[in-house]
C-alpha cells in the first residue's frame, strides 16, 4: 500500500513537472513563428496582392486617385456635412483621437471638417474627412492641389476620396 502511494506520487510529479513551460519552449515556438513569417511569397500570391492594392485606384480628369466605396454614417455633424465624395486625411479607431486630429484641422487650417464612421476593408473606424464634395472630378482636383494647399500636417501618407453609399 505504502509503495503504491510513493509510486502515484513520483508519478504525478513527473505529469506536472511536464506540463511547465519552460524556455526551451518558448523559444521553439518563437523560432517555428520565424520560420513561418520569413517564407516567400510565391509569384501568383504577390500578384494578387498587387491587384487587390490597384483595385481602388481610378483615373479622373487624367489623375490616379485611390476612391473606395463603402456605407458611412456621420459621427459628428449634420448628414448634409457629408456629401456623396469625401476627402479622407485621417483614418482612427478611437473616436478621441478622431475629434481632436477634426479639431485640430478646423483650428489650424480653417476646414469645415466632418467624422464619418464606417467599415473598410474590413476594419470599422472612424474617418476624418477635411472635405466633402458631390462630383469625384472636383473631389480629384482638390486632393491633387491638398498638399500644396494645407498648413496642417496630413497624417494619411496619401490622402484618398470615400465615397458614400
Known amino acids: 500500500m ?3 502511494y510513493l509510486l502515484t506520487i513520483a508519478l504525478l510529479a513527473v ?10 519552449n518558448y523559444k521553439a515556438a518563437y523560432d517555428k513563428a520565424r ?3 520569413t517564407e516567400v511569397i510565391d509569384d501568383e500570391f504577390a500578384a494578387l496582392i498587387k491587384a487587390e492594392k490597384r483595385r481602388d485606384l481610378e483615373v479622373v480628369n487624367g489623375d ?10 456621420v459621427t459628428d455633424g449634420q448628414q448634409s456635412d457629408a456629401l ?3 476627402v479622407v486625411v485621417g483614418q482612427f479607431k478611437q473616436l478621441f483621437n478622431a475629434r481632436t486630429y477634426r479639431d485640430r484641422l478646423k483650428s ?22 477635411i472635405k466633402s464634395f458631390s462630383e469625384l472630378d472636383v473631389a ?17 501618407p496619401e490622402p484618398w476620396i470615400l465615397e458614400r453609399l
Not at 490616379?64 to 454614417?73: H, I
Not at 480629384?140 to 494619411?156: C, D, H, M, P, Y
Open 84 to 86: 456623396r465624395y469625401n
Open 64 to 73: 490616379t486617385v485611390r476612391v473606395v466605396r463603402a456605407y458611412t454614417n
Open 35 to 37: 520560420e513561418k513569417k
Open 2 to 4: 505504502k509503495h503504491s
Open 108 to 129: 489650424e487650417g480653417g476646414y469645415p471638417s466632418v467624422l464619418l464612421y464606417g467599415t473598410v476593408e474590413r476594419d470599422k473606424k472612424y474617418f476624418v474627412v
Open 140 to 156: 480629384a482636383a482638390f486632393l491633387k492641389n491638398l498638399g500644396r494647399q494645407s498648413t496642417v500636417k496630413i497624417l494619411e
Open 15 to 24: 505529469l506536472l513537472s511536464a506540463c511547465h513551460s519552460n524556455e526551451a
